[in-house]
């Protein structure tokens, strides 16, 4: 899962990172409302993780962008203002869940799964499509009840493929969304093509259909009506 922090306590953001990168989190992090803006419009996030006071504007600013540029992403947000006000704010402006400094990691992490399970899942931590069944908790790939040996990041391009199935997705955008967006700047992106290729192999091998289809010139989609 990929999440952008917008955190512009440093320390603060360094723990929250820190904490959520074991958890095998990709952890993308603003330290300014501009640094944000910039990332929200170019690139995709599972979670936005969003302070509402930054050092050049307002989180609600940036929570309302992402409500007119309809960025898909569950939000969460992180503040020190706790006044019933800012929390009834916040929700009515198109946040899923705040969180009152100071916090807990672990809650924090329990919250951020909550409203993705919630938002992107139908409230479930079972992914499943025909004979393809994921444990988000358990980071468990089944198929035809066989477990597959996947690696993190193949559960993660799976789970990827299924929360956006028959959406194109660019060699890019699967870069980004699973290893950040410094590789958007790259110039290759052959290491996507061998993921898939190993994924595609492994679901095969277990007797899956072959779901991942190539569109040319353009990335891979998740083809429901294939076999």
């Not at 820190?18 to 979670?47: P, R």
């Not at 959406?167 to 967006?181: E, K, N, P, T, Y």
Request: with cysteine.
């Amino acid at each position: 899962m990929k999440v952008l922090l917008i955190e512009d306590n440093i320390e603060l953001a360094a723990s929250i990172t820190s904490y959520l990168e074991k958890e095998g989190y990709l952890c993308e992090v603003s330290y300014t409302s501009n640094d944000a803006h910039n990332k929200l419009i170019s690139f995709q996030y599972d979670v936005i993780l969003l302070d509402i006071t930054l050092p050049d504007g307002n989180g609600l600013d940036l929570l309302q962008l992402i409500h007119q540029e309809k960025i898909e992403s569950c939000v969460v947000i992180i503040s020190a203002k706790n006044s019933l006000e800012d929390k009834i704010t916040g929700l009515e402006g198109g946040a899923d869940d705040y969180l009152t400094k100071p916090f807990h990691l672990p809650e924090l992490h329990a919250r951020l799964r909550a409203v993705y399970r919630r938002k992107k899942l139908q409230g479930s931590n079972i992914v499943t499509f025909n004979e393809i069944r994921l444990n988000t908790d358990t980071l468990e790939a089944l198929v035809n009840n066989t477990p597959l040996d996947v690696t993190p990041k193949e559960f993660d391009l799976l789970l990827y493929f299924l929360v956006n199935k028959n959406r194109v997705l660019s060699r890019q955008s699967i870069a980004a969304h699973l290893w950040g967006d410094y590789t958007d700047n790259l110039s290759n992106f052959d290491f996507v093509y061998q993921h898939v290729k190993n994924l595609r192999k492994k679901i095969h091998a277990a007797n899956g259909g072959d779901y991942i289809n190539t569109v040319y010139g353009l990335g891979y989609k998740f083809n429901t009506t294939a076999s």
